[in-house]
């Protein structure tokens, strides 16, 4: 069966920090993957997805960025972190032929 | 207007109850729709998952899909307290696009 995972669960970053947050996805290939934002009361914003290693699309440019640089390892990266960037950070994987999307546990990040 | 719209609750209603959840969309090429359950602080959650028009059900869960009214159903019978959540609907068009429309959620809260 496929498992998803996330870490850290937790974070909290100064503003100006930088950010790292990984993603892993086990007992599929080729998956496309999926990073949202969830912010408090308001729905899933899609942030960056990937449907093969190298291969990025970015829905919202500002100071985030995204890295594939395995089959299923997805990386949310930023330089420099805002207060706006607060919110919980959700990885999902899609399976190519059904389109069913799972998601990952998530990481809650506060950016103080 | 949105692609899709989700009444956000809060629904409460007595365990053992019926409960009914509803999304409306726009876009008619949406063929993939999907109900997802998300507890406080957690990942969603893939509860129910069709193609095209046409019911489907799971235990307690039935999914509901109109194409002709554009309108998405899940029905919850014998509601648990434990099924206190959101739920969020998504849908997808079946090519041209790797992209998932959310609903922002509907609260439900069982009452024991």
């Known amino acids: 069966s496929q498992t998803i995972h996330q870490w850290p669960a937790t974070l909290v970053q100064p503003v100006g920090s930088p950010l790292s947050l990984e993603c892993t996805v086990e007992?599929?290939?080729?998956?496309?993957l999926y990073w949202y934002r969830q912010a408090a009361g308001r729905g899933l914003q899609l942030l960056f997805y990937?449907?093969?290693?190298?291969?990025i699309s970015s829905e919202v440019p500002q100071n985030l960025s995204a890295s594939r640089p395995q089959d299923r390892q997805f990386i949310l990266s930023s330089k420099k972190l805002l207060l706006s960037d607060s919110g919980f950070y959700l990885c999902?994987?899609?399976?190519?032929?059904?389109?069913?999307?799972?998601f990952g546990p998530g990481t809650r990040l506060t950016v103080t | 207007q949105k692609e899709v719209e989700q009444d956000p609750g809060p629904l409460s209603v007595p365990e053992g109850a019926i409960v009914s959840l509803n999304c409306t969309y726009s876009?008619?090429?949406?063929?993939?729709f999907m109900w997802y359950r998300q507890y406080s602080r957690k990942g969603p959650e893939l509860l129910m998952y069709?193609?095209?028009?046409g019911n489907k059900e799971d235990g307690r869960f039935t999914a509901q899909v109109d194409k002709s009214s554009k309108y998405i159903s899940l029905f919850i019978r014998d509601s648990q307290p434990s099924d206190s959540a959101t739920y969020l609907c998504?849908?997808?068009?079946?090519?041209?696009?790797?992209?998932?429309?959310f609903g922002t959620g509907t609260r439900l809260k069982v009452l024991a």
């Open positions: 990937s449907v093969g290693i190298g291969q």
């Open positions: 069709t193609y095209s028009s």
């Open positions: 007992g599929t290939s080729n998956p496309n």
């Open positions: 999902a994987w899609s399976k190519i032929a059904t389109y069913e999307q799972y």
């Open positions: 876009n008619s090429a949406f063929q993939y």
């Open positions: 998504a849908m997808r068009e079946s090519s041209g696009t790797y992209k998932y429309i």
